[in-house]
C-alpha cells in the first residue's frame, strides 16, 4: 500500500542496520542490544526514545531469558508500538467538531518543508469529502509564496483569499475568516510566514493572527498545525521543538518521507514531543498525503 511504498527507503535503511546489528549472532544478549540502539540511533529515531525502547527489550529478554535474535525484528514491532498504546492522542488526521464551524487551521514552519503543498493536500482531501474550503494567502513577504498557493487552490478547486504583497497577514486572515463564514464554509486554512530566525517576530506575528481571527470567530483557529521536513531527521524534531515554544502548535504534519531514510525522526517526534502527527507527506502529488497513525506506520516500517 501507499505507506510501504512511500516509507521505502526508511525502511530499507533500518531492516539494514538492524540485521548488521544482529549479524553472527544467534542470542540477544548486550553486544547486540547495544548494536541495536546504534542502529536506533542513527535511524534517527531519536536519544530518548531508542533508551526507551533498549530498555523495554532489556526487560523482556531478562524475563525471557534466551531471546533469538531472528525474533528481534518482531520484538522491536512490538515494544515500539507498546510506546503508543494507549496514546490519547492516535488518531487519523483531523477530527472536525459537530458543535461549530467553520474549521480553522493556521498553518506555520520554515519555509521549504512543504508547507504549501501541505495545504494545497488538505484543501483537495477536504474537498473531496465534500467540505467547503477556503484558503488564506497570510505569507505575505514571499510573492512566489502567495502564487504557490493560488495554484495550488486551483489544483483542489478551492478559493485562495489574498491581499497584496507586503500587506498585514492579520489582515489577510481576517478576510478569508470573514469570507468564510459569509459563504458558509466548512474549513479555514491559513499559510503564514515561516520565519523562526526572529522568534519574537514570530511569536507576536502569530498571536496577532490568531487574535483577529478570534474576532471573526472565536472559536478559531481550531488547529495550528506545524509542518515538518521528515527528510531532516533530527533537524525536524529539533525544528519543531522551537515552535512549540513559540507558539501553542497542536498537530504536526511531516513532510517528504517518501525520499529520505530518515523517516524513523517520526517515532521520536510522535512519541517525545506530546503534539499529536496528525498527516504524513509522501509525494509531491495532490494524493500523496496520508493521515497518520502511530501503530500503522510502526507496522508498515518492521514488515
Ligand atoms: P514551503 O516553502 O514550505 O511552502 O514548501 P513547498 O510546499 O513549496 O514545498 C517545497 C518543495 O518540497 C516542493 O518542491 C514540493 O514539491 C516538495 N514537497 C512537499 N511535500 C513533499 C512530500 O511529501 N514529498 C516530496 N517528495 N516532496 C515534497
Not at 527507503?9 to 549479524?23: E, G, M, P, Q, R
Not at 480553522?104 to 519555509?111: F, P, R, T
Not at 495554484?151 to 470573514?178: N, Y
Not at 517525545?272 to 496528525?278: A, I, T
Given at each position: 500500500e501507499v505507506l510501504d511504498t512511500g516509507l521505502q527507503?526508511?525502511?530499507?535503511?533500518?531492516?539494514?542496520?538492524?540485521?548488521?546489528?544482529?549479524?553472527g549472532k544467534s542470542r540477544v544478549d548486550d553486544e547486540v542490544l547495544d548494536n541495536v540502539e546504534g542502529a536506533l540511533i542513527s535511524s534517527d529515531v531519536g536519544i530518548d526514545t531508542t533508551l526507551e525502547i533498549?530498555?523495554?527489550?532489556?526487560?523482556?529478554?531478562?524475563?525471557?531469558?534466551?531471546?533469538?535474535?531472528?525474533?528481534?525484528?518482531?520484538?522491536?514491532?512490538?515494544e515500539i508500538s507498546a510506546l503508543f498504546a494507549g496514546d490519547p492522542t492516535e488518531t487519523e488526521g483531523f477530527v472536525f467538531p459537530d458543535d461549530h464551524k467553520p474549521f480553522?487551521?493556521?498553518?506555520?514552519?520554515?519555509?521549504g518543508v512543504g508547507k504549501t503543498t501541505t495545504i494545497g493536500k488538505l484543501a483537495y482531501q477536504f474537498k473531496q469529502a465534500g467540505l467547503k474550503v477556503v484558503l488564506g494567502a497570510a505569507d505575505t513577504?514571499?510573492?512566489?509564496?502567495?502564487?504557490?498557493?493560488?495554484?495550488?487552490?486551483?489544483?483542489?478547486?478551492?478559493?485562495?483569499?489574498?491581499?497584496?504583497?507586503?500587506?498585514?497577514?492579520?489582515?489577510?486572515?481576517?478576510?478569508?475568516?470573514?469570507?468564510?463564514?459569509?459563504?458558509?464554509?466548512?474549513?479555514?486554512?491559513?499559510?503564514?510566514?515561516?520565519?523562526l530566525h526572529n522568534k519574537v517576530g514570530l511569536m507576536n506575528e502569530l498571536t496577532k493572527i490568531k487574535n483577529v481571527m478570534k474576532k471573526v470567530v472565536a472559536t478559531a483557529p481550531d488547529e495550528i498545525l506545524l509542518v515538518l521536513d521528515g527528510s531532516t531527521g533530527q533537524n525536524a524534531f529539533e525544528q519543531a521543538k522551537q515552535f512549540i515554544k513559540a507558539t501553542d502548535v497542536t498537530s504536526l504534519a511531516i513532510t517528504k518521507l517518501d525520499g529520505t531514510a530518515k523517516g524513523g525522526a517520526v517515532i521520536g517526534i510522535?512519541?517525545?514531543?506530546?503534539?499529536?502527527?496528525?498527516?504524513?507527506?509522501?509525494?509531491?502529488?495532490?494524493?500523496?498525503?496520508?493521515?497518520?497513525?502511530n501503530r500503522e506506520f510502526v507496522e508498515s516500517l518492521f514488515e
Open positions: 527507503k526508511t525502511k530499507k535503511s533500518v531492516i539494514d542496520k538492524i540485521t548488521h546489528a544482529i549479524a533498549i530498555s523495554r527489550i532489556e526487560a523482556r529478554v531478562a524475563k525471557e531469558k534466551y531471546v533469538n535474535t531472528s525474533e528481534l525484528t518482531s520484538i522491536l514491532k512490538e480553522v487551521i493556521m498553518v506555520v514552519g520554515v519555509n513577504f514571499r510573492a512566489a509564496a502567495v502564487d504557490q498557493l493560488c495554484i495550488w487552490g486551483e489544483r483542489a478547486g478551492v478559493p485562495v483569499i489574498k491581499q497584496q504583497m507586503g500587506s498585514d497577514p492579520a489582515s489577510v486572515a481576517f478576510d478569508t475568516v470573514s469570507h468564510a463564514v459569509a459563504s458558509g464554509a466548512d474549513v479555514v486554512i491559513i499559510d503564514t510566514a515561516g520565519r510522535s512519541h517525545e514531543l506530546n503534539v499529536p502527527v496528525r498527516y504524513i507527506g509522501l509525494g509531491e502529488q495532490i494524493n500523496d498525503l496520508q493521515p497518520f497513525n
